[in-house]
């Protein structure tokens, strides 16, 4: 076994992965950029080197610089956990030319997998069955069309090179297909430095399973069942779980078989994942096709984990040494079933759109670590992994997953409850996640009854993007005790009755009124009044009717109301005069109007468009003086390695354009202006 590797990621994975070789006792060394310097992955490595500026071009896909690290630090092996340079063939290459092991498959099999048209074309001399398509050498725009219009319409354009969700278009009519092709091959020329794309039919309602495999260098190779993948948004995996709902023993023995084929005619070695899509559309019984190969770990591995009861990470460590798989195929098992819910921080009713931050509040479910006893793991009720603490700061530059959130249980229903439960205790302020949006997917009767497939999300839009309700009575009296309680903590002398905040009088009580807004500003204002009545008790009135109030502080954020006869527990998390809510598993956000402290607030001018977040203009798509109609695209922005369309809010007429092809804009830049009408 080695005694140092050097870990080639960042994030989550990199903690992940010094987990298991601290466990080994194996020596980490990790690698940062400028903006990780402080980063938890450093923190959990036993050593760490600066190799460069922010930029992952300028440092975490720097191979000769990483290996040089690896090289003077003593270290062995490398690790490339997922993403960067995990599928670089020339890396893996470069790792053996100096000596080092490369912890994944050999680069012939990163190579071989590594474009997707060469893996379908090998693929289908396997005789694995492939989705109707074409995945050839001739990228003119002309013919591409044609074969798009041969296979027939919708079609996917993917990126040959691709992963991740990115560079990847739907195509419904002919007369889209040349503008969808060339974003594609702009978005796949920055992700993977290779614009090659793929033409295949899109199938309406497909499910997304992919097969874990595992190979030794001794000719081994077994599957360790199944995920589902399915819930995506922007092609992009949301919640994945294993086993996959109303898989048959039959279909997935077939299904890892294939797989085990796949992974033999590469001659692989590691941990890999053969992706399938099964069809259920228009009463098809889910007839399986092979999509790609990933040839590293998976992020939604640890599902896996969770029902084998298996570290894959250490398996991956015991192969790279030269050891045998530590179990054949016969002795898997599964056991229960697990989901996984990836936490973002981004904007769900804003498109998805990425969102940065600090993360200044962070509260998570309690968590059960996992215990090995020899190669058998006991599953816990609740897994995070996470790559970020409280006060670290989500970056622009980076994918702004926050955490994974694992759960298993006996069955799905247990395992379903638990997701719900651990959801509700997530609690996250400073910046937009996507928590409360898994949490009505997760309840939504499309998920919980496994009615799956990769449109979900579309399908099910108004259930999971419901109208924002107007805060109920026990929120506003929530935000109003922690307000209440604040001011009595700083008001000085508590045996002063002048020095008092409560709105003491001397003959009479006083009515206060409070103003808090919804922060959305969507569902509405609120006119709360409070009145002080003596010990500790008040008065709150709300839309004419009242209500006895009482509260109890049980730390910084956590209160018990007792509003009427009702006890109200819940968590309020104050940043200046945002007041974060969270009651019930729901998470609300008002703003209070404070008197003493208005700051002027600069109305929006009309006809401006600001940019959603940092990025690069990578198309203009009008000029100045032209007339738009609401909703037509007016540019196109990259931010977080994906593309993000700015669209016309009402019709009316360019007036100018402020940014060119290329250009940088920081967020809430105006792009452009344009007069309505």
Known sequence: MFSKILIANRGEIACRVAETARKLGIKTVAVYSEADAHAKHVAACDEAVLIGPAPAKESYLLGDKIIAVALATGAQAIHPGYGFLSENAGFAEACAKAGLVFIGPPASAIHAMGSKSAAKALMEKANVPLVPGYHGDNQEADFLQKEADRISYPVLLKASAGGGGKGMRIVEKSEDFKAALASCKREAINSFGDDKVLVERYLTRPRHIEIQVFADSHGECVYLFERDCSVQRRHQKVLEEAPAPGMSEERRRAMGDAAVAAAKAVGYVGAGTVEFIADYSNGEDGSFYFMEMNTRLQVEHPVTEMITGLDLVEWQLRVAAGENLPLRQEQLQLNGH???????AENPEKGFLPAIGTLRYLHTPPAVHFRVDSHVQTPAAVRIDSGVREGDAISPFYDPMIAKLIVWGKDRDAALANMAAALAQYRIV???????FLQRLVAGQAFSTADLDTG????NHDV???TL????????????SLLLAQEAGDAGDARDPWAQ??????NGSLLRVLRFADEAGDAGEYRIGVEYRGDQTWILHRDGAQHGLRFERQGDTDLRVTL???IVAGNVVRDGDIFHVFHQGRHAVLTWDDPLAHAGHVESEGGRLTAPMPGKIVAVLVEKGHGVTKGAPLLIMEAMKMEHTIAAPADGVIDE??????DQVTEGAQLLAFTPG
């Not at 400073?430 to 409360?436: E, F, Q, V």
């Not at 905040?501 to 001397?506: D, H, K, Q």
């Not at 354009?657 to 290329?662: C, N, P």
């Open 338 to 344: 697990a989901i996984e819910a990836r936490i973002y």
């Open 430 to 436: 400073g910046l937009a996640t996507n928590i409360g």
């Open 456 to 459: 979900l999300i579309e399908r």
């Open 464 to 466: 999971l993007f419901p």
């Open 469 to 480: 309700q107007p805060a109920s009575t026990a929120t506003l009296a929530l935000a109003t």
């Open 501 to 506: 905040t409560s709105g003491w009088r001397m």
């Open 564 to 566: 009427d006869d009702n």
């Open 657 to 662: 354009l402020l940014y060119a092809v290329g």
